[in-house]
């Protein structure tokens, strides 16, 4: 019977956590910790832990802000390669009362005792300063990532890009309804865009009229319109 670490070998030693760090240094770190692995299919919530940090393996996870209204305020994204470091929690996790998370694909997730990160182990010293070296990194790219999502889904950016999908799409189905092949999600994923934004200016395109947008359908509602938005 394989242990958690040998079932998950692979894609710990391809976590930016643990560069820099043999199969063997790794195993003695987790084995020296509380730790464990969850896997989670699209559209699981994946939930939180008070004393856990939580570092994504593989796929992707959100996080959202659950709101007293009933509405989730989409936060951010985590992916192994743009930030897979979720939370760094010790007491109360996450600066939001109501703070949710959900898979948008099917995802491998790391939850990791913080202590272990944060306090000197004896023995472990080394590896521990390797995993704390890995942890400002995975800070530093994540603050360069969030600098250039705010860049991405600011108005002008984001209506360029759904413009400019929406012409490739009518060009090539010349069709009063246009089939978006792509899941909202994944076309958040194709556009480099949160879903929200998206969303938003979907919604701009309905207000005036130019467009109905059900799920992967988008009925042209005026087709002049229409044309003169996607050409401008």
């Known amino acids: 019977m394989f242990s958690e670490f040998e079932i998950y070998i692979d894609y710990l030693m391809k976590s930016k956590l643990f560069e820099g760090l043999t199969a063997s240094e790794i195993e003695r770190f987790l084995n020296s910790t509380n730790y464990n692995i969850k896997e989670f299919k699209t559209g699981d919530d994946v939930p939180t832990d008070i004393d856990k940090s939580v570092f994504v ?26 930030g897979c470091l979720i939370a760094i929690s010790i007491i109360r ?8 998370m959900g898979a948008r694909k099917n995802s491998v997730v ?40 705010t860049f991405i889904n600011t108005e002008s950016y984001a209506s360029t890009r759904i413009k400019n999908y929406l012409k490739l799409l009518y060009t090539r189905q010349e ?6 092949p792509l899941k909202r999600a994944e076309l958040a994923d194709h556009l480099n865009m949160d ?38």
């Open 57 to 82: 393996l593989d796929g992707s996870v959100a996080t959202y802000d659950n709101r007293a209204d009933g509405t989730k305020a989409f936060i951010n994204t985590f992916e192994p390669d743009t």
């Open 110 to 149: 790391l939850y990791l005792e913080t202590m272990s990160i944060m306090k000197p182990m004896i023995g472990m010293l080394p590896i521990q300063n390797i995993v704390q070296q890995n942890v400002i990194k995975i800070f530093y790219q994540m603050t360069g990532n969030v600098a250039e999502r």
């Open 195 to 232: 879903i929200s934004t998206i969303n938003r200016e979907f919604n701009k395109l309905s207000d005036k009229g130019f467009l109905d947008v059900k799920g992967k359908l988008v009925r042209i509602l005026d087709i002049n319109g229409f044309k003169n938005y996607i050409y401008s």
């Open 93 to 100: 996790p996450y600066p939001y009362e109501n703070f949710v």
């Open 175 to 180: 069709n009063e309804i246009i089939v978006i």
